[in-house]
């Protein structure tokens, strides 16, 4: 069975400190993805990775996809009252109707 | 585009009664998914349609879940008698065939079974 195991399961910071989340598996996948959700609202998407060692920057948000394609990191800077939300990845593994193996996710508070 | 919408956005039933939520998906995704999602807690896939038909339900609880898609466009899901330990939010997700284009979500309905 495949799992993804986030940490940390809660974080409260400060406004302008920075913060990494991690999302980690003993399994490969094909692609992962990193989901931000409001109180309230469903999650929304912010990337899909695809390869390994891959990096891609959202304004101040930097997702990295492990080499092996096994792990994937989240990294914050500067965070912001308004990046306060639930944190979610999901990773897709092999085969064509793919479905997505969710983590439990990273509550962020972000406090002014 | 339009996003996924669902309704209600709120119910509240006693338990062992029924309750029934609508999905409208985005124009032309062919995949559709209801997931239940505890608070604080990732999402969990209850069934997947692709199109019409269903690729995955082998976590939907059948005794008391039921969910369609008929003509491959909106879906319902229905609970029929509720217990307390389905109060959830009830997220409604679509994609293209492909999963790497991610899933949009709607804003999910929240039952509280009392």
């Known amino acids: 069975t495949q799992l993804l195991e986030q940490s940390p399961q809660f974080l409260s910071i400060q406004e302008g400190e920075n913060l990494t989340v991690y999302c980690n598996s003993s399994s490969v996948f094909s692609s992962l993805q990193w989901y931000r959700q409001e109180p309230g609202e469903g999650p929304v998407l912010l990337v899909t990775?695809?390869?390994g060692g891959e990096v891609k920057k959202l304004k101040r948000l930097t997702f990295q996809f492990g080499d092996a394609r096994k792990d994937s990191s989240l990294h914050i800077t500067a965070a912001q009252p308004g990046d306060t939300g639930l944190y979610l990845c999901?990773?897709?593994?092999?085969?064509?109707?793919?479905?997505?193996?969710w983590g439990l996710g990273t509550s962020l508070a972000v406090n002014p | 585009e339009a996003g996924v919408a669902q309704s209600p956005r709120y119910k509240i039933i006693e338990k062992r009664q029924s309750v029934a939520f609508w999905c409208n998906p985005i124009s032309g995704h062919a995949t559709l998914y209801w997931y239940q999602q505890i608070l604080g807690q990732g999402p969990k896939l209850l069934i997947q349609f692709q199109n019409n038909g269903v690729v995955d339900d082998s976590q939907l609880p059948k005794d008391r879940f039921s969910a369609e898609r008929l003509k491959g466009v909106d879906s319902t899901l229905k609970i029929q008698p509720a217990k307390l330990e389905d109060s959830a939010v009830y997220l409604c997700?679509?994609?293209?065939?492909?999963?790497?284009?991610?899933?949009?979500f709607g804003s999910g309905t929240r039952l509280t079974v009392v």
């Open positions: 997700a679509s994609s293209p065939h492909q999963v790497h284009h991610g899933y949009t």
């Open positions: 999901a990773g897709a593994g092999a085969g064509n109707n793919r479905k997505l193996i």
């Open positions: 990775v695809v390869t």
